[in-house]
């Protein structure tokens, strides 16, 4: 599969994922809108998401996906499968008892996650309940995980991308049917996150059989390639734990906060997670065994053409994302959320927040490829500097931020820092002789900036023509007006950036496809 190929298929399933998950956070704010059981399912639900990111997504990921992929390469698929069956052993090995202990002492977790939470008994009981019902979800999505890193490095993207439209499906299917059957909704939410995990193992198991690859289970042993993998994992490990430690203090920041802050960061980041998925994870998951296979064969030619056309992608949709959410994310979330339980006041703080989230968000997306370059070089340890330096910033500025902006403060420290994070990977890999970027791109990224800057403009002006629509009673029309604003707001970026010649429309149909003497294209 190509690279432009396996961008778009990750990113065009992430794109179904993020839309099943807008219709399941559409139907969660009219249910439970942003008051206490909200907030107790949302940590419920990070608990989980915090700890997944560290085992899974986090250090395991990117150690085992190069590895996999240097086994599969140098000594074939029987090989690379006994090393995939050794790493599921020992990640069982690490989490079953690391899940049963945490099921056991969810009271205390939940002090040190949600310590604002002990003013309110009923709150901290709902949220200690709720966790416990999510927490086994941690283990099935870890092993998710697994099976996705070894059919990425067969170059199958699909399934894995695929799989989180199961977890929103299995929830929305949770909110439509609790109160038929009785239920009260954020329980049968919970349970619905485990029982997503079970789905989503089962549809990847399938995947890995397809392509050839049946997993069996292991006696873990500590083998030569298990020692490789746990001297990329150590650093990688205490990289992601940086980065948890970074989102853990923002959730006890918020949960100090008045009730529902908890809820409007939620509900921002949903939408300020859309082009971090559909952009960020699709590059990053498409790059990484692109850029080790290279870098493994030691074409730094080839290393250099795919890293540049990876930021160009980057900037080219990056940029108008932030744009467009700092200009209309008013409107968005008005459209989006505003029904039910859920009303203007929450509609404007949770548009503050993702004005402040998206200050972020090409930085976002520009690290997680430049990240890549590392990981590619099985170098974990150079993010991990990275990310502590980060993180100890994002958290002294957020506690300078909060007295003056509440909630929002935390969301713009995270922002911020996403750009420091930038910076500081750029330093490391100028320093050693990593970073040789393109005249295409350097060429390109201003005039891509220019067009983002014109588009917002047209973005604020076609928000006050619309309005009146936009503010419709009836929802058609509300959701008919935003998507106006928003194919309005693609075509004029579009056509700037065509004009200015900061892409061509060619792009959009062969984007990284040109091998690399033809990187230097105007």
Request: charged fraction near 15%.
């Amino acid at each position: 599969m190509s690279f432009s190929r396996a961008i778009a298929t990750v990113g065009g399933l992430t794109l179904v994922s993020r839309l099943a998950g807008f219709a399941r956070d559409i139907l969660t704010a009219s249910v439970l809108g942003a008051g206490p059981v909200a907030d107790a399912f949302f940590i419920a639900l990070k608990l989980p998401n915090l700890f997944r990111r560290l085992f899974a997504e986090g250090a395991f990921g990117v150690a085992f996906v190069p590895l996999f992929a240097a086994e599969l390469q140098l000594k074939g698929r029987a090989a690379a499968a006994r090393f995939a069956e050794e790493a599921l052993a020992v990640l069982l090995a690490v989490l079953l008892p690391f899940t049963l202990a945490a099921l056991a002492a969810m009271p205390w977790l939940m002090l040190g996650l949600a310590p604002g939470f002990s003013d309110e008994p009923a709150k901290f009981a709902m949220a200690v309940e709720l966790a416990r019902l999510t927490f086994p979800y941690l283990t099935l999505v870890s092993l998710v995980a697994l099976l996705g890193g070894i059919l990425n490095a067969l170059d199958r993207f699909g399934p894995f991308a695929a799989a989180p439209i199961a977890f929103n499906l299995t929830l929305v299917a949770a909110l439509l049917t609790a109160p038929r059957l009785g239920w009260e909704p954020g329980r049968a939410m919970a349970a619905a996150v485990t029982l997503s995990g079970v789905v989503q193992l089962l549809w990847l198991a399938w995947a890995c059989r397809s392509a050839g690859i049946v997993l069996r289970l292991r006696r873990p042993r500590v083998t030569d390639g298990m020692r490789r993998l746990f001297r990329l994992v150590g650093p990688g490990a205490l990289g992601a734990g940086v980065m948890q430690i970074n989102l853990f203090l923002n959730i006890v920041l918020a949960s100090l906060l008045p009730s529902g802050s908890v809820s409007f960061l939620y509900y921002a980041d949903r939408l300020n997670q859309m082009p971090l998925g559909v952009i960020g994870i699709a590059i990053g998951t498409a790059l990484l065994p692109v850029l080790a296979r290279h870098a493994a064969a030691g074409d730094e030619e080839k290393v250099r053409h795919y890293l540049s056309r990876a930021l160009e992608f980057s900037l080219l949709l990056g940029l108008p994302a932030a744009v467009a959410l700092g200009v209309s994310g008013g409107p968005m979330v008005a459209v989006l959320f505003e029904r039910g339980a859920f009303g203007p006041a929450e509609t404007q703080a949770t548009a503050m927040a993702l004005a402040a989230y998206a200050v972020g968000v090409p930085a976002y997306v520009i690290a997680k490829s430049l990240n890549v370059a590392f990981f590619a070089r099985q170098d974990t340890a150079t993010p991990v500097r990275v990310a502590i330096i980060v993180t100890v910033s994002t958290v002294a500025l957020a506690l300078a931020l909060l007295p003056v902006l509440g909630h929002v403060g935390i969301a713009l420290a995270t922002g911020l820092a996403a750009w420091l994070d930038v910076g500081l990977l750029v330093v490391a890999l100028r320093k050693r002789g990593l970073l040789s970027l393109d005249a295409r791109l350097m060429r390109r990224g201003p005039r891509i900036a220019a067009a983002a800057v014109g588009m917002g403009a047209a973005l604020a002006l076609g928000g006050a023509a619309l309005a009146p629509w936009l503010g419709h009673p009836a929802t058609m029309v509300r959701f008919a007006a935003l998507g106006v604003l928003v194919l309005g707001g693609m075509a004029v970026f579009g056509g700037l950036a065509h004009l200015l010649g900061g892409a061509r429309l060619a792009d959009l149909t062969g984007f990284l496809k040109r091998p690399p003497a033809d990187a230097t294209e105007s």
